[in-house]
């Protein structure tokens, strides 16, 4: 073992930034090194994965020094971390005696090593050496980069979903449901079958009841001033959530406003701990499955459901891992 440049390690911490990146997390990436060079702890931002705001990359990397090491003294040890330290890791570094501080790019907003504040040059009873500016412009463009793609991927969004909360919302999703399931539905079930179902599932009554008592979720698809659709989804205590409905309306297909809903899903599930979405498909919706597919869904099981009346529901099951 042997102690390495504070770029060296500077570019480790680099590396779990851009791995926090990669699962949409800000990237921050953290390094605790002894000064024999024995790497104690890392860490990374996982604060939208673990959806808690202690899971800063500071923490996890003095967490695990903590338990390497066998203590709560972290004394002959330096952090190095990629963006300047918020008040709540500069506290953890001074609780745990880091001789060092080590960091990248300043933040203006909440740095608290001499943006913001400097919590280290203060009369606590601990002061850690401080040093920035290593690697300060690599570090700068990965947050740079990461949230200008933030941002083009927001603005790319035509659509908005209203979640349904009025009785005035429940009309125009029953209203939806009465055009869309009449024009889409024949070929694949029959008249009659399409009646029943649209007064079963998708009357006022229904809607307001699904909403209220079943556990589910509606949002009205708005483009501009126009609601084009809409989607209805149900959270699972299998960790999955169930995309119960989407449906967009004839002049409006084709043009990937469904993809915009899967994003919006897929957001959904990163932020209530969702792993999956899943959902079922008519075997003869062809048209149905094929825009599933596209958009990354893969068949996971099959399954005929009895909905009364003589009518039953023959379907796919479809899944997308998130
Ligand atoms: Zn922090």
Known sequence: MQL????FYMAMALELAREAAAEGETPVGAVVVRKDGLIAGKGRNRREKNRNALCHAEIEAVNEACKTLGGWRLSGCTMYVTLEPCPMCAGAIINSRIDRVVYAAHDSKAGSAGSVVNLFGLGYNHKPQLETGVMHAESEALLKEFFETLRRKRKMFRTKLVEVKTAEQVKSVAALADEIWHEWFPGIISAEQ???MVE?????????????????RYY????????IGYTAIRGDSDGRLFLSKIYIKKEYRGNGYAREVFE?????CRENGFKA???????????????YEKCGFRIVGEDVTDIGNGYVMD??????DV
Do not use: C, P, R
């Open 4 to 7: 390495m440049s504070d770029e």
């Open 277 to 291: 979405i899943w959902l079922t498909v008519n075997k003869h919706n062809d048209h149905a499955s094929a825009v």
């Open 315 to 320: 379907d796919y099951f479809f899944q997308l």
């Open 200 to 216: 079963k599932f998708q009357s006022e009554k229904a809607v307001t009841e699904q909403f209220e008592k079943g556990g589910y």
């Open 264 to 268: 919006f899903m897929k957001e959904y």
């Open 194 to 196: 399409i009646d029943y």
């Open 220 to 227: 009205l698809i708005l483009k501009g001033s126009t609601y």
